[in-house]
Nanobody
Framework: QVQLVESGGGLVQPGGSLRLSCAAS????????MRWYRQAPGKGRELVAS???????NYAEFVKGRFTISRDNAKKTVYLQMNSLKPEDTAVYYC???????????????WGQGTQVTVSS
């Protein structure tokens, strides 16, 4: 069974920083793209950033220049460094990855349980 577990959320003041981590575990053959999404109260889930298996990145306009996505393939972990945080960044942040389990022939999309980020003074 494949699992994604996020960590690193919390309460931070405006202008502060947080680093989120998401570790994949289980019977994994390979991991393709990894992504961070977020969902604010009363809003839909939106893509924040993505990174391919070779490190190519993409960002939503609202986080460009402030957030950085990275990954450690050996640790099967993706990170989201969030700087210059704003109150509107408050949301539950979810990790998503395209994972090929051992014994399977097709990648499956997997989600973490989410971690709360609150930006408030």
């Amino acid at each position: 069974q494949v699992q994604l577990v996020e960590s690193g959320g919390g309460l931070v003041q405006p202008g502060g920083s947080l680093r989120l981590s998401c570790a994949a575990s289980g019977s994994i053959s390979s991991i393709n793209a990894m992504r961070w999404y977020r969902q604010a109260p009363g809003k839909g889930r939106e893509l924040v950033a993505s990174i391919t298996s070779v490190g190519s990145t993409n960002y939503a306009e609202f986080v460009k220049g402030r957030f950085t996505i990275s990954r450690d393939n050996a640790k099967k972990t993706v990170y989201l460094q969030m700087n210059s945080l704003k109150p509107e960044d408050t949301a539950v942040y979810y990790c998503n990855a395209d994972i090929l389990p051992y014994g399977r022939w097709k990648y499956v999309g997997c989600w973490g349980q989410g971690t709360q980020v609150t930006v408030s003074s």
